[in-house]
């Protein structure tokens, strides 16, 4: 099992920023990737921003450019962090972080509220 602990969402105006984080506890000695989704009202949700074991990231077209991932790996705890740089109203949604371990299973946060006022 894999716990996920989200935080850093909130509320913020256009052009600003947030840092949103993921911490990982649990079974989290192998795993193929970590990554951000998101879902604003009415939408489907999409892969924000993804980063594997091996370090490399991706990032969707609507975000390169302005956000920006990171990890950080302890021995218990494999903490992800997001970078969000010059929000836009678009960016509003609920993000929520995944941990894939090897196979089919995937691990979700319980998700955290960005807003970007206009």
């Known amino acids: 099992q894999v716990q996920l602990v989200e935080s850093g969402g909130g509320l913020v105006q256009a052009g600003g920023s947030l840092n949103l984080s993921c911490a990982a506890t649990?079974?989290?000695?192998?795993?193929?990737?970590m990554a951000w989704y998101r879902q604003a009202p009415g939408k489907q949700r999409e892969l924000v921003a993804r980063?594997?074991?091996?370090?490399?990231?991706?990032?969707t077209d609507a975000v390169k450019g302005r956000f920006t991932l990171s990890r950080d790996n302890a021995k218990n705890t494999i903490t992800m962090y997001l970078r969000m740089n010059n929000l836009k109203p678009e960016d509003t949604a609920v993000y929520c972080c995944?941990?894939?371990?090897?196979?089919?299973?995937?691990?979700w946060g319980q998700g955290t509220q960005v807003t970007v006022s206009s």
């Open positions: 980063i594997f074991n091996s370090g490399s990231t991706s990032y």
């Open positions: 649990g079974s989290i000695a192998s795993y193929v990737a």
């Open positions: 995944t941990f894939e371990p090897p196979g089919s299973r995937v691990y």
